[in-house]
């Protein structure tokens, strides 16, 4: 069985959670997206799991992006069902002054790492998340290198992060 | 991460008069040698049995996702490299792919090949590396050697292709940098002719030695249910049970027109997706490999290997979700373009940072020596980790 188009998978989104889905953007398999209402991430990435037919049994990617002109960032899920073949992208809108959504971890446990990553790099907070701490950068590390507004600490613990050019001529 | 909050937790003594005992908190690694990078787990033990070991990474986190922001798209090119120098062609082509789809650009027919004999060479020695430092991880120090000798070959045809024996830099936007050398061809094969019998003779050495089956069977099962659930990848999915693989089930490049299996674990050990399952899935891949790679050397097609990408590169606005059959499994590359010469964003998500989630869940009331052999058979490559 073919897996579904991305045009039907939204359909069947829309129809259920209605005003909570947006329009769908993107015309390809790998970049078809609808954007989800931060209240309703959950309840939508349930549906999709358990619904018969979509069964989006694994949470493939879930990344952040930054978009400071919009003033928010962006969380990405992008879905994946092994047993239908399906593969859909929602897109969460958080203001970028406060950025909290709601977590998925109790859906997918893989969620529980890459919404700590998302959080490292991108300061969102998950809300509900089960242990919900720093992964990559050390635990005092100062903001969210991810951002675009970031700027590298000049050091860190009297560790300069920075050096003269090798090229520099003697 | 600290010892705070992993104190040691002191027993009282019992009613019946029985002795008291302790939980022993123990840093393992970063520093370790079966760790494969640097990669640390704080284990808590009851004696030899683990109640828990707590992965802590970072260590190797090089803000590769950053530096694409600021150094364009051919210039991140060597970037990639690094993400897992175990299997860098993959990675060099998971960036080309995402480029050429943002772009809409064709890659020709022979740099495709070129694509997939790259890759499938650099799977073989990935795979070899990994069996051979799990049996060294084990105790069997002799297969280590074996594996890094035939290891050391494929390295000798790679660095004529692309001029290096780790951080190969083979790929480009719109192709490959070079054509294959003349006489490459012919020298490739013969190789393959050669290592493919050796599979069944490192079978014959270390694969079905009591010993080993021993310590791998029925250790850190996970099911299929878990795999996807933890996002398990590649080999370790399939070691599950899991008939997946990204080269036939969302195909790309040149792999619809390739004839391969795609082995996984059928329990012949213990039970379905323990340790020898994945390991027996990596060998068994090996075999593959090499089916394909005959495949790809005898019908490689003539013309150019890379078609004309401006220097300038500008791909138009818009993002997408591209993904490749690494050495480690599906590797997920999100990348985001906002029409300028530098990538607005590229997030890598790869298998070994899913394969490192679900260590806290499978090493409980394992041995401490098991976690040696969790690690192993998950081929945990550190800076894939922690890019």
Same mark, same amino acid.
């Given at each position: 069985m073919a897996p579904l188009a991305a045009v039907d998978l939204h359909v069947r989104?829309?129809?259920?959670?209605?005003?909570?889905?947006?329009?769908?953007?993107?015309?390809?398999?790998?970049?078809?997206?609808?954007?989800?209402?931060?209240?309703?991430?959950?309840?939508?990435?349930?549906?999709?799991?358990?619904?018969?037919g979509l069964e989006f049994d694994c949470l493939s990617n879930l990344s952040?992006?930054?978009?400071p002109k919009r003033s928010v960032i962006e969380v990405v899920y992008h879905l994946y069902s092994y047993r239908q073949r399906h593969l859909?992208?929602?897109?969460?809108?958080?203001?970028?002054?406060?950025?909290?959504?709601?977590?998925?971890?109790?859906?997918?446990?893989?969620?529980?790492?890459?919404?700590?990553?998302?959080?490292?790099?991108?300061?969102?907070?998950?809300?509900?998340?089960p242990d919900l701490r720093r992964i990559l950068m050390p635990e005092d590390w100062p903001g969210h290198p991810l951002r675009k507004d970031f700027v590298e600490p000049e050091e860190y613990h009297g560790i300069s992060t920075s050096r003269e050019s090798l090229l520099k001529a003697t | 991460m600290g010892l705070a909050g992993f104190e040691?937790?002191?027993?009282?003594?019992?009613?019946?008069?029985?002795?008291?005992?302790?939980?022993?908190?123990?840093?393992?690694?970063?520093?370790?040698p079966s760790t494969h990078g640097v990669l640390r787990f704080v284990v808590r033990a009851d004696g030899e049995?683990?109640?828990?070991?707590?992965?802590?990474?970072?260590?190797?986190?090089?803000?590769?996702?950053?530096?694409?922001?600021?150094?364009?798209?051919?210039?991140?090119?060597?970037?990639?490299?690094?993400?897992?120098?175990?299997?860098?062609?993959?990675?060099?082509?998971?960036w080309a792919m995402a480029a050429e789809r943002l772009a809409a650009i064709e890659v020709p027919k022979r740099g495709e090949y070129c694509r997939v004999i790259a890759t499938e060479f650099n799977r073989i020695q990935s795979h070899l590396l990994s069996v051979g430092s799990m049996a060294m991880d084990i105790g069997a120090y002799t297969p280590f050697t074996h594996a890094l000798r035939e290891r050391e070959y494929i390295n000798d045809l790679i660095e004529e292709l692309c001029g290096a024996r780790l951080t190969f830099n083979y790929m480009r936007i719109g192709g490959v940098a070079w054509d294959v050398p003349p006489a490459w061809r012919e020298k490739a094969l013969a190789y393959v002719q050669r290592f493919e019998p050796l599979i069944d003779e490192f079978n014959d050495l270390i694969s079905y030695n009591r010993i080993y089956t021993e310590r791998l069977a029925n250790v850190a099962v996970v099911t299929a249910e878990d795999a996807i659930d933890y996002n398990l990848v590649g080999p370790n999915l399939r070691g599950s049970g899991v008939r997946y693989d990204v080269r036939r089930d969302e195909p790309y490049s040149v792999y619809p027109e390739l004839d391969f299996e795609i082995p996984v674990g059928r329990g012949e050990m213990g039970?379905?997706?323990d340790c020898f399952d994945r390991y027996i899935v990596r060998i068994r891949e090996m075999k593959e490999c090499c089916k394909i790679l005959?495949?790809?050397?005898?019908?490689?097609?003539?013309?150019?290997?890379?078609?004309?990408? =401006?220097?300038?590169?500008?791909?138009?606005?818009?993002?997408?979700? $591209?993904?490749? &059959?690494?050495? %480690?499994?599906?590797?997920?590359?999100?990348?985001?373009?906002?029409?300028?010469?530098?990538?607005?964003?590229?997030?890598?998500?790869?298998?070994?940072?899913?394969?490192?989630?679900?260590?806290?869940?499978?090493?409980?009331?394992?041995?401490? =020596?098991?976690?040696?052999?969790?690690?192993?058979?998950?081929?945990? $490559?550190?800076? &894939?980790?922690? %890019?």
């Open positions: 989104v829309k129809a259920r959670f209605g005003e909570s889905i947006g329009e769908l953007t993107g015309t390809r398999r790998d970049n078809a997206s609808a954007t989800v209402a931060p209240a309703a991430i959950v309840e939508v990435c349930r549906f999709l799991k358990t619904e018969p952040g992006v930054d978009y859909f992208t929602l897109k969460v809108d958080a203001p970028r002054d406060a950025p909290v959504v709601p977590s998925v971890a109790s859906i997918w446990s893989h969620a529980e790492w890459q919404e700590r990553e998302v959080f490292d790099l991108l300061g969102v907070t998950f809300e509900r998340h | 040691v937790e002191v027993q009282r003594p019992q009613a019946d008069g029985g002795l008291s005992t302790e939980d022993m908190t123990l840093s393992m690694g970063p520093q370790h049995v683990m109640k828990e070991a707590i992965p802590d990474i970072g260590y190797l986190h090089r803000s590769i996702e950053k530096i694409a922001e600021k150094v364009g798209w051919h210039g991140f090119m060597p970037y990639t490299d690094r993400v897992d120098y175990v299997a860098a062609m993959p990675c060099n082509q998971g039970r379905v997706g005959r495949q790809c050397l005898q019908q490689l097609p003539p013309g150019p290997v890379i078609t004309k990408v =401006a220097r300038n590169f500008k791909p138009p606005p818009g993002d997408c979700y $591209v993904r490749v &059959e690494s050495a %480690r499994g599906d590797m997920g590359w999100y990348v985001v373009s906002d029409g300028t010469a530098f990538p607005y964003r590229c997030k890598i998500r790869t298998g070994s940072f899913a394969a490192i989630s679900i260590v806290q869940k499978v090493s409980r009331n394992l041995m401490i =020596a098991d976690l040696i052999a969790v690690i192993a058979s998950l081929d945990l $490559v550190a800076p &894939e980790i922690d %890019r």
